[in-house]
C-alpha cells in the first residue's frame, strides 16, 4: 500500500519541532487500537515528543502483557490525567476509529480543545471530514500496518524497537483473523517480516492473545454456542444473545466475548452473523460477514453504528427480545433488496 507522500511531508511538518500530544482511540479498545496507539506514542517520545494516550475504558485483561499499556490514560477511571492531557495537546491523533460517537464522553472534552491540530490515522470505512490532516485507507487491514509504514516513511524501519514491534504486530494478527482476511496483501507480510526481525517472539505473542482466557470465557462460549445460537435463512444467517444475568452467571469479564461472533461463520453456508450482548443502557451489536455481503451498511443502517464490510458493530436500545425480532426483519428486508447473495 502506498501512502500519500503529501501527507506524510504535511506530518513531517507537523512534528518538526517538539510538540504535545495526545493519541486516542476507540471505546472497549482491541488489539489494533492498543498497539497502535502505543507503537505511535514510543517512536513520538523517541523523537522528543510530550504524548499521552488515552482510551476511554479499559482494554481486555489479555492484552496487559503489551508493552507499555500500562502508561495508557484510562479516561473512565482517571478523567483528570485524561483532561489535563488533553486540554494541554497541540496535536491530538485519532487512531483505528472513524467517527466521535466510538468515544463515548471523551468526545466532549476533545471538543473543548479546539486549538489542537487534529490528525486522523485509521482504516474504517466513511470517515469522519473534520480532521486537519486524515490518514484514512479503508483498504488498509489494521491501523496496526498504516503506522508501521507511516514510521518507515518518516524515519525509517530501523527506529522501529522490539516493543514498538511486538505491539504493531498484535494488531496486524488480530485484525487480520490471523492474517487470513482478504484485506492481506504481500506488502502486509514484508511489514511482518520487519517486524520478525527485531526479535519479537511470534508463539509467545500468539498464546498471550489466543491462549490466556478465563475458565468462565471458556465455558461461556460453549453456552451460547450450544444454547443460544440461532440459524435462520436456510441456514446462511445466525445470531446468538447473551443478557447480562447470562454473562454474570459465567464472571463475565470485559473482551470475553470477543470473537464469538466469528464462530457461526465456520459453518458451511453462513454468510452472516451477529451477537448481541446486553450492557446497562444498551445493547451492543457485533456483525460478522462473508465475502460480499456488507455489514457497515447493515450496521449503519439499522443499529447506528459502522465499521468494514465483513465487521461492524452498533448499538441498539430496544430490549433483548426486541432486538433479536428487529434483527431477524431486518434480515428479511436486506434479502429482499437482493443484498444478502
Ligand atoms: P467488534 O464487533 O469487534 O466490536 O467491531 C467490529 C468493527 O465494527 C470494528 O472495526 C469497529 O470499529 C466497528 N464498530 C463496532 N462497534 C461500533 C459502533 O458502535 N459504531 C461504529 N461506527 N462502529 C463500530
Ligand atoms: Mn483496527
Partial sequence: MQLEKNKIEELRNLLATPQKIVILSHTNPDGDAIGSSLAWAEILKSEGHDVACIVPNKYPYYLEFMPNC????IYKSDEAAAA???KAADIIFCLDFHTMSRLDGLSDLIDENQHAKRVLIDHHLDPMEDFDLMLSYPKASSTCYLVALIIEMLYGVERISRDMAENLFVGMMTDTGNFAFSSVT???FRVVSILAATGISIPDIHINVYNSF???RARLFGYVINRKMKIFHNGTVAHMSLTADELR????QQGDSEGFVNYPLTIKKMKMSAIFTEHSDFIRVSLRSRGDIDVNIFAQRYFHGGGHKNAAG???FMSMDETIKFYEQCVKDYAAEGLLK
Fill in 249 to 252: 452467571r459465567f464472571w463475565f
Fill in 84 to 86: 489535563k492531557a488533553v
Fill in 186 to 188: 504481500p506488502d502486509v
Fill in 314 to 316: 452498533g448499538k441498539s
Fill in 70 to 73: 500500562e502508561s495508557m490514560v
Fill in 214 to 216: 478465563t475458565e468462565g
